[in-house]
Every structure is written in C-alpha cells, then in structure tokens.
C-alpha cells in the first residue's frame, strides 16, 4: 500500500541544536516532495519545495534532502530557536495534479 | 496582499445537520484545494478546482460537495453530519494546477458536531 510516514514522536532539542526530521514513503514515485510547518490552530504554512532530480536545495537555516533510491527526505534546521517550534508536515503530489499527500507531521519542541 | 481567507473560523453542528464551509483564494489563485485535518494527523485532500472544474477528488463519501465560483472563491458543502466529520476543515489555494507550486493555506474552520 501508498505509504508517507513521519516519526510520530515529538523531536525536543536544545536550542542552538540542529533538527533532523525524517520522511519516508512507499509506492509513491513523487516528482516533488514539500515541506510545510504548522503551528496550533493554524493551517500550514510553505517552507521548502525539491525535485526528483534535486538531492539538497537551502534556505537559509532550512535544509531539504530527497533520496529516491531510499524513498526518503530528510528536513534539517541549523541552529535551532525557540521560535522554531512547530509541527512539520512532508507532502507529496503522487501524479501530475496538485491533489497533495502528507505526513501526519512531526512536533518539534526547540528547548532554550 | 490578503491571504486565503476562510469562514467561519469556528462551527458547531449537530448530527444530521448540513453545513456550507467558505473560502476566498489569494488574489490571481485560481485553484482551491480542500483537505480536512482531524487532530493529530496530516490534511487529507478532498476536492480540487481550476476554473470552475473539478479536477481531483479524494477518499470521501458524496456528502461531500463542493463548487467553485467565477471569482475563484469556494465553498464546500457537507451533509448528513457525522460525528467522524469533526475536524478542521483547510483550504488552499495556488495560481495553476500543477504540482511543482507550493499550496497556501487558510487557517481553516474548525467544525466540531454534537
């Protein structure tokens, strides 16, 4: 079956840390994958958009990686703050229409 | 710029009942997706429109409606509520269609029945 898995556990780290979130999936072949964050009671917000063909893309403190051979993308925030807490979602669009699959998200919980 | 805007934010219903969800896109968007949230999980995608046309629909059951207006704005249309409809209600709007645009999000309506 079409699977996209995110660590259901709450990532907590120390501020100034790096945070390395995990996404994962089975039987999607995604041109793209997405990442958005979440805060509570509120609807997502874009953060980063990388290719098939892409391996990394950057911005600023944010770093995407997409691996298609291990099914997998992995979300990093340098430095983390406080402010960064939140919940992330990964999305992936399994065909060429905008209809989006996402993650049920992981919370991170930046300490200071 | 205005964002994607929803109403109403809040909504209590009860069984049975039938509600109409609200959602005007950025300003140029002419595509509005809806995905309903429910706590502690993902948005699941529920309809797509591009001008005016249904271009994608998700796992749901047809008490779920929804239709697009010449101005782009939307509205989704769910009948005979269950108390499983209970969730936050998300729509999203992007200039096409196409998958490599990001989505912009409301902030939802959070639909809670009795």
């Known amino acids: 079956s079409q699977k996209i898995e995110q660590n259901s556990e709450a990532l907590n780290i120390q501020e100034g840390k790096t945070a390395t979130l995990t996404c994962n999936y089975t039987?999607?072949?995604?041109?793209?994958l997405q990442w958005y964050r979440q805060d509570p009671g509120r609807g997502p917000v874009f953060l980063l958009l990388?290719?098939?063909?892409?391996k990394e893309k950057r911005k600023e403190r944010l770093k995407v990686t997409f691996d298609t051979t291990l099914k997998q993308s992995l979300f990093h925030i340098t430095a983390s703050q406080p402010a960064d807490s939140a919940t992330y979602l990964c999305?992936?669009?399994?065909?060429?229409?905008?209809?989006?699959?996402f993650g049920s998200g992981t919370r991170l919980l930046v300490r200071p | 710029d205005a964002g994607v805007t929803q109403s109403p934010t809040h909504l209590i219903k009860t069984r049975g009942q039938q509600v109409t969800l609200r959602c005007s896109p950025i300003?140029?968007?002419?595509?509005v997706s809806w995905y309903q949230q429910v706590l502690g999980q993902g948005p699941q995608f529920i309809f797509q429109?591009?001008?005016?046309?249904?271009?994608g629909r998700g796992n749901f059951p047809d008490r779920f409606s929804a239709r697009q207006f010449p101005n782009y704005s939307s509205e989704l249309n769910v009948n005979a509520l269950l108390l499983g409809d209970s969730a936050l209600y998300l729509c999203?709007?992007?200039?096409?269609?196409?998958?490599?645009?990001?989505?912009?999000f409301g902030d939802g309506t959070r639909l809670s029945i009795l």
């Open positions: 999203a709007s992007s200039p096409a269609v196409y998958s490599n645009q990001p989505q912009h």
């Open positions: 039987n999607y072949s995604p041109a793209y």
């Open positions: 990388i290719r098939e063909n892409e």
């Open positions: 999305a992936l669009s399994p065909d060429s229409s905008y209809k989006l699959i």
């Open positions: 300003s140029g968007h002419k595509s």
């Open positions: 429109y591009y001008e005016k046309e249904e271009r």
